[in-house]
C-alpha cells in the first residue's frame, strides 16, 4: 500500500511523460480488489487513459499505443501485453462501471478470435512475440508463447464474468487443453517457451530444461495452481455455473444457505460427466451447464475455424435419470432451476468423436491442410504414428 501510494503520487499527481503500463494497471486493479480503496483503481485508469495520447513518449503499435486506447479495435504488437492490455480495460470497465473500457477489450478480443488466433487457441504470430497481420498464420514460425495463451485464458475469463457469455470459455479452454499444457513436459521439468503448430525436425522444438527467458515456466506453475477457480462461476441472482467438465467439489452460498455438487468427469478424453448434489438450499436455485461450442459444431466463434461435419449424436442431459432438454439458451447454457435434494444426480453426456477442422480459406498456410480434433483437444501428428517416421509429408484423403 505505501509503494501504491508513492505511485499516485508520482503518476497521477505528478502525471510524468509515460507511455502507461499494461502490467501496472493490473496489479492496481488487483490491489484495489483487496483493500476497495478508490485511489488504486483510479492509478490504474490513469494508466490506460495516458495511453496513446498525441504527447505520449513511445507510441508504437507494438506496445498498443499508436492511438488512446478507448479507440483501439486491433490486437496488434506484443501478444502478451495486448492480452495484459484488453485485462486491465475489462477490469477497469467492470470495476468503475465504466462500458467504452469494456467495449474495447471485447473489440480486440474479437479481431483476436475471428482473424488471428490458431487453432491450439494461441496467440502471437511473428518474431516480435507479437500478433501478425489478419489471417497471417504461418505453422513452422508460429510463435502462441506459452505467457501469452496464459494471460489470453485470463482474459476470456475475465470477459465471461462481465457477461455470462460461454464463447469466452470456449475460447479459453482451447487455449488451456491445446497450448497451455503443451508447454511443460510430461515430467514437468522441460518446457516451450514456443509453441509451434509445425516442426521442421530440427531440434529447435525440443523443450528447454534452461533458457535465458524465465517468464514461461513460473507463469504456467501460477496457472495451474489458479486453474481450479475457472471450473465453476456463479452469477448475480445466485445461479451456479459448471464452465469446465473436471472432477471436482465446490460449495457455493445460496442467501443464507448452501449448494454443494461434486462432479466426476471423463473430460477431456471422453464425454461424460456425473454431478451430485450433496447439500442444497430448501428453496429453488440453478445449475447452468456450459455446452462448448465443440458440441454445437462450432469451433471457435467467429468462422475461423470450422467442422467439415456435424456430430453424430446430440449432448444430452439428465436429472435422476430423466432426460431434460439440452438445447442451450443464446449464450451457451442449459439451466436446471429447481428444488435440489441431497443426492440428487445430473448426467451429461458430450459426442466425443474424431472429426476434421479448416481454417478460412483466407489463412493461406492452412490451404488444403487440416487438422483433427475429438472433443476439446487437437491431435498433434507425429512421426511415432507414420510409417516410416516421415510425418511432414504426410498426405491424407
Request: hydrophobic share 40%; glycine share 8%.
Amino acid at each position: 500500500i505505501a509503494a501504491a501510494d508513492a505511485l499516485y503520487d508520482e503518476f497521477a499527481r505528478t502525471n510524468p511523460p509515460f507511455s502507461g503500463g499494461e502490467r501496472d494497471a493490473i496489479n492496481c486493479v488487483q490491489l484495489y480488489r483487496v483493500t476497495h480503496d478508490k485511489k488504486h483503481l483510479d492509478l490504474a485508469k490513469h494508466y490506460l487513459d495516458i495511453r496513446g495520447l498525441e504527447n505520449s513518449v513511445n507510441r508504437s503499435r507494438h506496445n498498443q499505443s499508436y492511438k488512446p486506447v478507448l479507440q483501439q479495435r486491433e490486437a496488434v504488437g506484443h501478444a502478451v501485453n495486448c492480452a495484459s492490455l484488453m485485462v486491465s480495460l475489462t477490469d477497469v470497465g467492470v470495476l468503475a462501471g465504466l462500458k467504452p473500457y469494456l467495449s474495447a477489450a471485447q473489440a480486440m478480443w474479437t479481431d483476436a478470435v475471428t482473424r488471428k488466433i490458431y487453432i491450439t487457441g494461441g496467440i502471437g504470430t511473428t518474431g516480435n512475440e507479437g500478433f501478425g497481420d489478419p489471417y497471417v498464420l504461418p505453422n513452422l514460425s508460429a510463435y502462441s508463447e506459452t505467457c501469452a495463451v496464459l494471460m489470453f485464458a485470463t482474459l476470456n475469463h475475465r470477459l465471461f464474468l462481465a457477461s455470462g457469455d460461454s464463447k469466452y470459455i470456449d475460447v479459453m479452454e482451447r487455449g488451456i487443453y491445446n497450448n497451455a499444457l503443451s508447454g511443460v513436459s510430461a515430467t514437468g521439468d522441460r518446457f516451450f517457451y514456443v509453441n509451434r503448430l509445425a516442426s521442421a525436425g530440427d531440434g529447435r522444438d525440443l523443450r528447454w530444461e534452461r533458457a535465458s527467458l524465465e517468464c514461461c515456466p513460473p507463469n504456467l506453475v501460477r496457472f495451474l495452481a489458479s486453474m481450479p477457480g475457472l471450473i465453476y462461476a456463479q452469477g448475480p441472482t445466485g445461479a451456479v455455473y459448471v464452465n469446465l467438465y473436471v472432477s471436482s467439489e465446490s460449495t457455493f452460498a445460496i442467501g443464507a444457505e448452501k449448494l454443494s455438487i461434486a462432479v466426476t468427469s471423463e473430460m477431456p478424453w471422453d464425454g461424460k460427466s456425473t454431478i451430485t448434489v450433496s447439500a442444497a438450499p430448501t428453496g429453488k436455485s440453478a445449475i447452468k451447464l456450459r455446452i462448448p461450442g465443440w458440441a454445437r459444431n462450432q469451433a471457435v466463434p467467429g468462422g475461423l475455424y470450422s467442422y467439415t461435419s456435424k456430430l453424430d449424436a446430440p449432448t444430452t442431459v439428465s436429472v435422476n435419470g430423466t432426460r431434460v432438454s439440452a438445447t442451450p439458451d443464446a449464450l451457451g447454457y442449459v439451466s436446471l432451476d429447481r428444488i435440489w435434494t441431497k443426492g440428487d444426480v445430473v448426467e451429461v453426456n458430450f459426442p466425443i468423436e474424431p472429426r476434421r477442422v479448416l481454417a478460412d480459406t483466407q489463412v493461406k498456410d492452412a490451404r488444403d491442410r487440416i487438422s483433427v480434433e475429438r472433443g476439446p483437444i487437437v491431435y498433434c501428428a507425429e512421426w511415432p504414428d507414420v510409417e516410416g517416421g516421415k510425418v511432414l509429408d504426410l498426405v491424407v484423403e
